[in-house]
């Protein structure tokens, strides 16, 4: 396929202004430089789960994607920062945040 996809997707920079500044990140930084957090820690406003399926049948594993969400600190854009796609049980993913592997 000459698009295909590939998997994890990641944007490092706010679409609208092209900031790298990111809310939940400056948040977790500052965490880390408490000592609070470990430095292995991620952070994310919010995270989005879809399964690919048919709703017409009972599945018990199918493609699951993943999409985790920020905001930028110059100009308060919420956006996708990574999107992974992993296999499993619609419902029970259990994410870690970008960077984290579920599989």
Known sequence: MENEL???LNFTQCPTCGSTRRLA???LEGEK???RVGPAANAFLFMHQS???DARKTV???PVILSFHDACVDCGT???IHTEVKVGT???QRPGGPGFSTS
Do not use: D, Q, W
């Open 90 to 92: 619609p419902g029970t």
């Open 6 to 8: 590939r998997f994890p």
């Open 25 to 27: 990140n400056e948040v």
């Open 51 to 53: 399964a690919i399926m």
């Open 33 to 35: 430089e408490k000592g």
């Open 78 to 80: 919420v956006y996708c």
């Open 60 to 62: 018990l594993s199918a």
